[in-house]
């Protein structure tokens, strides 16, 4: 990841969202974009010019446009038609981004579009969360990532936080992930977390 | 076999879908993958599918399948005709609470300016006093009130549309409730097909939120209707016959909204049956 000093940035066409520019780079701010708190509060993936993302829950395009900056493509999927306009006006701009409008939860609809992914990314705050990323991992190649970004709020709004994030680490581990990394979100933001886990398997190259 | 959006793979044959980005982008929607066993596509079949010749042509033709799928299924969803509608409600509503707002500013600065005035006794409307403000008074006072007269009669306008395009999408929600109503039914359930598939329960207590909840939290009375208050029938019952009449209007109005929703043409013998039965209530007989 770019750290210019503590801040972190990507590189390339400013201008998405009015973000600041520091020294010609974007600058990702953790209070907007989760998997930039992702990067301040834990560990994180290593974003690479080789790599190749399913991006689910794409909204606007805020985020997904970071990580356009950094990897070779990456799929977004979004299924609201008024974040959708936003994402498809910045993936205008980026082409390295392939726009899908489908629902996450069906990914047998955007199979025949979307090859093999080095990581999987979630952001779609649905109470099966979990399920909709074991359902996704069809994408992912064996010893791939997957990062889950766990609105605890939209899962049980009964349960507290940490009873829902120790529940979906345990539903994560029965789907065959396994969990290398979870954090919470905090100070950026409220009752969010964030799991990282890989899926076992030898790790083959791109063809 | 596998259907990729660029063409059907059997083993080592491919055979390319030809036709342009809206054509893949009809076809793509008729795929349905087996997720069982999934092998995602590897894009050098593209390739050797004759559909690409190298990695940035691949994503180039992908894009534009993508783009064409994406702006049809938008336009797909903004049109129906409930959608517009939603809006108009939602800024019709946004208007009244912006007038009201500055009308009572208005009125509070005006008092300041003028220190024997006081709208006590008079029973002055707000937007006569509105008016008279903008006529009378100079500066920035008057222009702010000459503007909120102005916001008041596109309300107005705004209003009349709202109750006419509500005739047209929910013919029979609005004969039972009145267009602007069954607008705002329609903008609190968020669509045709979401009000369509609610309980009549549920609509009769529709925009009662905070006494639902307060309700269901506490031991509170449970309330007797949202937004269906705003209908004559409802607000002009005796009290106790109110919570009667909001019950068998919810439960008309849940089959309204369906036959809005599944017909979307009115239906006479529907609404005669129901009109004469909530008159019934609303004048107190058993039913």
Known sequence: MIRIGDVLVSQGEGGVYSERMLAGARVWDPFRSKLAALYYAGK?????????????????????????DYVEVVYAVEFAPRPMQDLLEVARRRKNLVPIMADASRPEQYAPLVEGVDLLYQDVAQPDQAAILARNCAFLRPGGHAILMLKTRSVDIRKTPEEVFHDTIADLATA????????????????????????????MSHE | MQSYWFGDVDGEVCTPFTGDAAARARRIRTLRATMDGFIPLAWKDAVACGVCSDRSGYFSALRDLCFAAAEQDIREQYAGKDTELLQMVRTLDGMDEMINLLSERVAEWHQVRHPAFSRKYHRTPAHVLVKSISQKQRG?????????????????????EVSSRANQVMPNTSALIGGLVAARLLSNAGGLLPLSRLPASAIQVLGARTALFTHLRTKSPSPKHGIIFQHRRVHNAPKELRGKVARALAGKLAIAARLDYFRGVLVPEFLDGAQARIDRLGAGDKP
């Open chain 1, 176 to 203: 065959g992930l396994e969990v290398v990394e979870s954090v919470w979100l905090s100070p950026y933001h409220k009752d969010h977390a964030a799991i990282v886990c890989t899926k076992p398997g030898r790790v």
């Open chain 1, 44 to 68: 994180g993936v290593e974003l690479t010019a080789d790599m190749r993302v399913l991006y689910l829950g794409a909204a606007n395009g805020t985020t997904v446009s970071h990580v356009a």
């Open chain 2, 140 to 160: 920035a006072l008057g222009r702010v009130a000459q503007q909120v007269e102005q916001l008041a009669a596109a309300r107005t306008d705004l209003a009349r």
